[in-house]
T-cell receptor
Framework: AQKITQTQPGMFVQEKEAVTLDCTYDTSDPSYGLFWYKQPSSGEMIFLIYQGSYDQQNATEGRYSLNFQKARKSANLVISASQLGDSAMYFCAMRERSSASKIIFGSGTRLSIRP | DARVTQTPRHKVTEMGQEVTMRCQPILGHNTVFWYRQTMMQGLELLAYFRNRAPLDDSGMPKDRFSAEMPDATLATLKIQPSEPRDSAVYFC?????????????FGEGSRLTVL
């Protein structure tokens, strides 16, 4: 069963606008972690942000924030004031303690920023 | 600047040939993951290790793929015999579990083309 779902294959956003990338997950484990990675056209995988299931506050890292809604099992990435350099693939990933902490990825969302 | 090193970066081979991909994790990291990325399947987890012990290789075709960690500085992924459907980018990633977020640091990937 798909455990990480990213329903937006592609998105176009105007430069300087905020953008939300959706991620929903499925787990019965109370202890888990959620990650977002960015993959630019160069192919490297860049870690952006992390949210632990027990964290009381939503994670933030610069222009990135994670809208964590535990009851809905969603962990959307919000990028504020988008820049041309934000154009990339974005992957949501999850680690479950019950699965010996393996990390699985969603199918990704391709974000394109329009000038 | 610590980084995960993968070799080769590019490999073109003919069907039936053996392919070995190597990964040097970041010194001190205790987890190593192998992922395969294709357009159709996204990022698939093939195998992963903790403290050099294999924990899960259920994502790997057992008849032709094998993954090992002969020592803490080397992880290998072998395909024998290779097939055209194995053409993909293979990523190695390492992490330090139980410290901070435990995020994965990715290598630049090995792009495999099987003719």
């Amino acid at each position: 069963a798909q455990k990480i779902t990213q329903t937006q294959p592609g998105m176009f956003v105007q430069e300087k606008e905020a953008v939300t990338l959706d991620c929903t997950y499925d787990t019965s484990d109370p202890s888990y972690g959620l990650f977002w990675y960015k993959q630019p056209s160069s192919g490297e995988m860049i870690f952006l942000i992390y949210q632990g299931s027990y964290d009381q506050q939503n994670a933030t890292e610069g222009r990135y924030s994670l809208n964590f809604q535990k009851a809905r099992k969603s962990a959307n990435l919000v990028i504020s004031a988008s820049q041309l350099g934000d154009s990339a693939m974005y992957f949501c990933a999850m680690r479950e303690r019950s699965s010996a902490s393996k990390i699985i990825f969603g199918s990704g969302t391709r974000l394109s920023i329009r000038p | 600047d610590a980084r995960v090193t993968q070799t080769p970066r590019h490999k073109v081979t003919e069907m039936g040939q053996e392919v070995t991909m190597r990964c040097q994790p970041i010194l001190g990291h205790n987890t190593v993951f192998w992922y395969r990325q294709t357009m159709m399947q996204g990022l698939e987890l093939l195998a992963y290790f903790r403290n050099r012990a294999p924990l899960d290789d259920s994502g790997m075709p057992k008849d032709r793929f094998s993954a090992e960690m002969p020592d803490a500085t080397l992880a290998t992924l072998k395909i024998q015999p290779s097939e055209p459907r194995d053409s993909a980018v293979y990523f190695c990633a390492s992490g330090l579990e139980r410290q901070g977020t435990g995020e994965l640091f990715f290598g630049e990937g090995s792009r495999l083309t099987v003719l």
